[in-house]
C-alpha cells in the first residue's frame, strides 16, 4: 500500500472511496463534510439517515466508521468516521483517550475500504478543522496508524493507494514533514 499525500478538494479525487470528517449525528455539517454532501448529492444523506435508523439510533460513536454510496462523486463510497474534539491541554489522560480513537478513525475507514473492496482510499484531516485537533499532532496520529496498518494489517495486497487530501499548503506542507519524519527520521538541515 502507498501512502500518498496531495493538496486539494477530497471530493474531486479520483479514488475508490473518499473518508467523511463526519459527526455523530451522520446528519451533515460543515467543512469536508459539507463539501461532500453538497457535491454527493441527497443519495448520501439517504443513506446516512437509513444507517441512522437502523444500526446508530444515538448517533455514530466517536472513532467509528460506516460506509454509503458516493452519488455524485467520482468515488464508488463514502466512508463516514466521527473524529474526536481536541480536549483541553491540561486534562492529560483524555488526550491519551481521544488520540486512540482519532487513530480509530483511521483504522476503522481502512479496514471498511478493504472489505468493501477498494483499491484506493482519500483520507482528509480528520478532526483538524472545527474539532480543533492540532495539525501537527493529528499528522503524526492519522499517518503513524496507516504506516502501522501498511506494515502489520494486511493492507498491502488489499488497497493499492491511501491518499491523504490536505486543503492548504500549511496543512499539506506539515503532513509532508511528518511523513518524511516517520519514513526516514528526522530531516538533518
Ligand atoms: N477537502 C479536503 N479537506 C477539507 C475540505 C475539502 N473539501 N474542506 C475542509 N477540509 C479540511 C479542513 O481544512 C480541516 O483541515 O478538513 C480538515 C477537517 O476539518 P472539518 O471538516 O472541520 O472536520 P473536523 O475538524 O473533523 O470537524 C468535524 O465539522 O463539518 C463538521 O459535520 C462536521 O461536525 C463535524 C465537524
Same mark, same amino acid.
Given at each position: 500500500?502507498?501512502?500518498?499525500?496531495?493538496?486539494?478538494?477530497?471530493?474531486?479525487?479520483?479514488?475508490?472511496?473518499?473518508?467523511?470528517?463526519?459527526?455523530?449525528?451522520?446528519?451533515?455539517?460543515?467543512?469536508?463534510?459539507?463539501?461532500?454532501?453538497?457535491?454527493?448529492?441527497?443519495?448520501?444523506?439517504?443513506?446516512?439517515?437509513?444507517?441512522?435508523?437502523?444500526?446508530?439510533?444515538?448517533?455514530?460513536?466517536?472513532?467509528?466508521?460506516?460506509?454509503?454510496?458516493?452519488?455524485?462523486?467520482?468515488?464508488?463510497?463514502?466512508?463516514?468516521?466521527?473524529?474526536?474534539?481536541?480536549?483541553?491541554?491540561?486534562?492529560?489522560?483524555?488526550? +491519551? *483517550?481521544?488520540?486512540?480513537?482519532? $487513530?480509530?478513525? %483511521?483504522?476503522?475507514?481502512? !479496514?471498511?475500504?478493504? @472489505? =468493501?473492496?477498494?483499491?484506493?482510499?482519500?483520507?482528509?484531516?480528520?478532526?483538524?478543522?472545527?474539532?480543533?485537533?492540532?495539525?501537527?499532532?493529528?499528522?503524526?496520529?492519522?499517518?503513524?496508524?496507516?504506516?502501522?496498518?501498511?506494515?502489520?494489517?494486511?493492507?498491502?495486497?488489499?488497497?493499492?493507494? +491511501? *491518499?491523504?487530501?490536505?486543503?492548504? $499548503?500549511?496543512? %499539506?506542507?506539515?503532513?509532508? !514533514?511528518?511523513?518524511? @519524519? =516517520?519514513?526516514?527520521?528526522?530531516?538533518?538541515?
Amino acid at each position: 500500500m502507498e501512502i500518498t499525500l496531495t493538496q486539494g478538494d477530497i471530493t474531486e479525487q479520483q479514488v475508490d472511496a473518499i473518508v467523511n470528517a463526519a459527526n455523530s449525528s451522520l446528519l451533515g455539517g460543515g467543512g469536508v463534510d459539507g463539501a461532500i454532501h453538497r457535491a454527493g448529492g441527497p443519495e448520501i444523506l439517504a443513506e446516512c439517515r437509513a444507517l441512522r435508523a437502523a444500526h446508530y439510533g444515538k448517533g455514530l460513536p466517536t472513532g467509528q466508521a460506516v460506509a454509503t454510496t458516493a452519488g455524485r462523486l467520482p468515488a464508488r463510497w463514502v466512508i463516514h468516521t466521527v473524529g474526536p474534539v481536541h480536549p483541553d491541554p491540561r486534562e492529560g489522560a483524555e488526550l +491519551a *483517550r481521544r488520540t486512540e480513537l482519532l $487513530a480509530s478513525c %483511521y483504522r476503522e475507514s481502512l !479496514r471498511i475500504a478493504t @472489505e =468493501l473492496g477498494a483499491r484506493s482510499v482519500a483520507l482528509p484531516a480528520v478532526s483538524t478543522g472545527v474539532y480543533g485537533w492540532p495539525m501537527e499532532s493529528a499528522a503524526r496520529i492519522a499517518l503513524a496508524e496507516v504506516m502501522e496498518m501498511g506494515r502489520t494489517g494486511g493492507l498491502d495486497e488489499a488497497i493499492d493507494e +491511501a *491518499r491523504f487530501v490536505l486543503f492548504g $499548503a500549511d496543512a %499539506y506542507g506539515v503532513f509532508e !514533514r511528518v511523513l518524511q @519524519e =516517520l519514513s526516514h527520521g528526522p530531516m538533518v538541515d
